[in-house]
């Protein structure tokens, strides 16, 4: 068994033909289809199950309702393949995308993540390619300096990659976090930092349609939370590597990156200060003081090739200090 397929299903009877029919239309056929279904109280569950009579590669696997993360976990305990894909019920994947990354993981067996294209918000106004042209490998070291290089937070998604199992099956902690989410980030944090190498893969397609109910189309104090600690431990993670300076030659670089995120971070303060819920909060003491500590140059501003408007945003933050600039953009101005 080369690849297990884990797609978590909660009350998806509206797109889950459309996600398993994208899987089982692959011309690559050695994997199997685990459908978790998390206690759906819709018709996915009988779904799911008419598709496993039809193909011996579909498994169901009712539970009850534990979330996203406990889905997921779930599958990965199930999953037998040497490579462990994540797709979610309201997506899809293009034509040929298993055969066409199984052709790159079979030529070498030291790859432990593939990243594949992914097509963000398909069908919308907001589609948008993130792909990777020309196709290149990173090792060692090198990993979490692309990673982050490349904005490493929007590469979080747990779909459009291929896993060595081994990263989950030597480790039975390194599980998605139960009950929260954003839980990409926070699981993407601990597999950079053992992982050997990454391959980015330019074939196939990742179609990840917009859900405007999805998490990511819902502000809340309750969804952002989670982002927002996860970012910032990012940041505080690549801090502390350019403290440690164990990656020769990187300081420089890595004080750009430390800059990319730290601008990241602001940006998810101002959006949360921007919330209108009766649980409204203003940005915690604990993430001013990193924003306070971290706060980047104006030269590595401008290294860093932000625009006029970032730059203006540093300059109200500088005049007002963080916690009062924080407040002042988010009624004041538009996020970047």
């Known amino acids: 068994m080369q690849i297990s397929v884990i797609v978590p299903i909660y009350q998806s009877e509206r797109y889950i033909g459309r996600c398993v029919d994208s899987i089982l239309s692959q011309d690559y056929t050695d994997f199997e289809l685990l459908l978790i279904d998390d206690g759906s109280t819709d018709a996915s569950g009988a779904i799911c199950q008419e598709y496993a009579d039809?193909?011996?590669?579909?498994?169901v696997l009712h539970r009850m309702n534990g979330g996203l993360s406990a889905?997921?976990?779930?599958?990965?305990?199930?999953?037998?393949?040497?490579w462990i894909t994540f797709i979610d019920s309201d997506d899809a994947i293009a034509q040929s995308t298993f055969s066409e990354n199984m052709r790159i993981l079979e030529s070498d067996q030291d790859i432990d993540i593939l990243e594949y294209p992914i097509l963000e918000h398909a069908g919308s106004p907001k589609e948008s390619?993130?792909?990777f042209n020309p196709e290149y490998m990173v090792e060692g070291k090198d990993v979490f300096l692309d990673w982050i290089s490349s904005q490493g937070y929007r590469h979080c998604y747990a779909c459009n990659k291929f896993f060595n199992s081994h990263l989950f099956k030597d480790d039975p902690s390194m599980r998605f976090p139960v009950g929260e989410n954003f839980e990409d980030i926070s699981l993407f944090i601990r597999l950079i930092k053992i992982c050997k190498s990454i391959y980015y893969s330019n074939r196939g397609r990742y179609i990840y349609y917009l859900n405007c109910n999805g998490i990511t189309n819902t502000y809340s104090y309750c969804n952002m939370e989670p982002l927002i600690r996860n970012n910032f431990?990012?940041?505080?993670?690549?801090?502390s590597l350019k403290e440690e300076n164990d990656l020769d030659g990187a300081t420089n670089w890595l004080e750009k990156a430390q800059c990319r995120l730290w601008v990241g971070c602001l940006n998810l303060s101002i959006d949360w200060n921007r919330i209108k819920s009766v649980q409204k909060k203003e940005i915690g003491v604990q993430y001013i003081?990193?924003?306070?500590?971290?706060?980047p140059s104006m030269r590595l501003?401008?290294?860093?090739?932000?625009?006029c408007m970032t730059i203006l945003k540093l300059i109200l933050v500088m005049m007002f200090g963080i916690r009062n600039g924080i407040d002042f953009l988010a009624r004041n101005s538009s996020r970047l």
């Open 54 to 59: 039809r193909d011996s590669r579909v498994k």
């Open 71 to 82: 889905a997921r976990n779930s599958g990965i305990d199930m999953a037998q393949g040497k």
């Open 129 to 131: 390619l993130l792909g």
């Open 233 to 239: 431990h990012l940041l505080e993670t690549v801090h």
């Open 289 to 295: 003081d990193i924003l306070d500590r971290f706060q």
């Open 301 to 307: 501003v401008f290294q860093s090739g932000y625009g």
